[in-house]
């Protein structure tokens, strides 16, 4: 395992999170404590030191679990945890990311944590009813107080999360240092819009579902069973299937897993991309750390972003056009060389608005 910073902050985390999601049989697919503990334990002996868990995850057993697993070495690993979804039925105030939610969710995961602070509380998903700034504030007041170090965002839109950077580094608030996304092969949107605010504000992108919830091990393709047949997510849309035989092929060519080649796809994208592992047993959680070691040729790499390629987007698709370009740039843009981004592979047509000969 090796490490990279959590975006603009100088904490070291290693290149894949644990996802714990499945740790609690609360929703009818996860794994006992014991199983859970087990998970943990053989994250941590690979080199693994970040945790991803939520307060809303198997209804707060997640945490506990975690905690419990943690006790006695906390301090060696980052622990995540998020919060926004409603913990109570019936209480209006027990969801959204208001003040009061915010304040009563971190003392609440702090107890099942066990834990005296949260390295990164993430905002778990968008509440359009609670203005920007009482949340940045809020937040701030948190790692003010000692009891957050870092925060982070997750399902947001891009241009949201500009806003809150802009106006936490205004007002001198803690800004993000993380964007979680579902990124992966069969869902490359996050490309056009959220990847190129992550790389401009120096954010780290946890990528959960990177297999795609098991699409992209190439089991569906031969009547496998999983974790959408008992009523998981389920993202399928037409056209996936090419997409997944082509992840087959290529691994077949390169002597690897289907789950190894989407996972070291996912690595080779610019920017700081930590793919979250997701696992109901050791032998999948092994086989997945076992994609820590795998690049592919750049011959691999074409042909997974050509199948895979979704289609640009307004403003994109009009102002990549030949003559837009030169009309932007004049007609010697060619000759100009931006060595300021200089990405060893630029992601899409999305992002080659500005020359990019390099």
Same mark, same amino acid.
């Given at each position: 395992m090796r490490y990279t910073l959590l975006g603009r902050s100088g904490l070291r985390v290693s290149e894949f999170a644990l996802g714990t999601m499945t740790f609690g049989e609360g929703w009818g697919w996860g794994v006992p404590e014991e199983t859970a503990a087990r998970l943990l334990d053989v994250y941590a002996d690979a080199g693994g030191n970040f945790v991803d868990t939520a307060d809303v995850y198997t209804g707060g057993t997640s945490e506990e679990i975690v905690g419990r697993a943690l006790r006695g070495r906390r301090d060696r690993f980052v622990v995540g945890t998020?919060?926004? @979804?409603? =913990?109570?039925? @019936?209480?209006?105030?027990? *969801?959204?990311?208001?003040?009061?939610?915010?304040?009563? %969710?971190?003392? &609440? %995961?702090?107890?099942?944590?066990?834990?005296?602070?949260?390295?990164?509380?993430?905002?778990?998903? #968008?509440?359009?009813? =609670?203005?920007?700034?009482?949340? !940045?504030? *809020?937040?701030?007041?948190?790692?003010? *107080?000692?009891?957050?170090?870092?925060?982070?965002? %997750?399902?947001?839109?891009?241009w949201e999360i500009a806003r809150a950077n802009t106006l936490a580094?205004?007002?001198?608030?803690?800004?993000?240092?993380?964007?979680?996304?579902?990124?992966?092969?069969? /869902?490359?949107?996050?490309?056009?819009?959220?990847?190129?605010v992550a790389r401009a504000d120096d954010l780290a992108v946890l990528a959960w579902g990177p297999l795609a919830e098991g699409r992209l091990t190439g089991k569906y393709l031969t009547g496998g069973q999983g974790r959408r047949d008992?009523?998981?997510?389920?993202? =399928?849309?037409?056209?996936?299937?090419?997409?997944?035989?082509?992840?087959?092929?290529?691994?077949?060519? &390169?002597?690897?897993?289907?789950?190894?080649?989407?996972?070291?796809?996912?690595?080779?994208?610019?920017?700081?991309?930590?793919?979250?592992? @997701?696992?109901? /047993?050791?032998?999948?959680? =092994?086989?997945?750390? &076992?994609?820590?070691?795998?690049?592919?040729?750049?011959?691999?790499? #074409?042909?997974?972003?050509?199948?895979?390629?979704?289609?640009?987007?307004?403003? &994109?698709?009009? !102002?990549?056009?030949?003559?837009m370009v030169a009309m932007v740039y004049g007609d010697r843009w060619r000759e100009v060389t931006d060595r300021r981004h200089a990405a060893r592979r630029p992601i899409l047509d999305n992002e080659r608005w500005a020359p990019q000969n390099q």
């Open positions: 998020k919060f926004t @979804g409603q =913990t109570t039925p @019936g209480d209006l105030n027990s *969801a959204g990311n208001h003040r009061k939610n915010l304040a009563r %969710s971190v003392e &609440a %995961s702090l107890r099942r944590l066990g834990t005296d602070y949260i390295d990164v509380l993430w905002v778990h998903a #968008r509440d359009t009813l =609670t203005p920007l700034p009482e949340l !940045m504030r *809020a937040l701030d007041d948190q790692v003010r *107080a000692g009891k957050v170090l870092h925060v982070g965002v %997750s399902d947001w839109p891009a580094e205004l007002r001198d608030w803690s800004p993000f240092v993380g964007v979680q996304a579902r990124y992966n092969l069969l /869902s490359r949107t996050p490309e056009a819009e959220l990847l190129p008992r009523g998981g997510f389920d993202f =399928t849309r037409d056209g996936d299937d090419e997409v997944v035989r082509e992840v087959v092929a290529v691994a077949g060519a &390169a002597g690897r897993t289907p789950a190894e080649v989407a996972f070291a796809w996912l690595r080779s994208r610019p920017g700081t991309i930590v793919p979250v592992l @997701g696992a109901t /047993s050791e032998q999948q959680l =092994t086989a997945n750390l &076992a994609a820590a070691g795998v690049e592919l040729d750049d011959d691999a790499l #074409r042909r997974l972003d050509a199948v895979s390629e979704p289609p640009p987007v307004f403003p &994109a698709d009009v !102002m990549n056009r030949e003559d």
